[in-house]
């Protein structure tokens, strides 16, 4: 998802998936992650660039939300 987009930004976006789908983990990269906070419907943010092995962990991470 994109924060700079003209329509609608990450965390909008990121609401809207968590109105429709309120179980579906959403991960954000950010190139503007050390000027921002994490939204509250966001559930886990990596800054941009992202590491590899930062980001297998974060999937992980998610999948194990999802199977909670």
Given at each position: ?68
């Amino acid at each position: 998802m994109w924060f700079d987009r003209p329509d609608m930004n990450g965390d909008q976006l990121a609401t809207a998936v968590k109105q429709l789908a309120p179980n579906t983990p959403v991960l954000l990269l950010t190139g503007f992650g050390d000027m921002m906070e994490q939204p509250a419907s966001v559930d886990l943010m990596l800054s941009k660039p992202v590491v590899l092995k930062e980001l297998q962990r974060s999937l992980a991470t998610l999948a194990q939300i999802t199977v909670s």
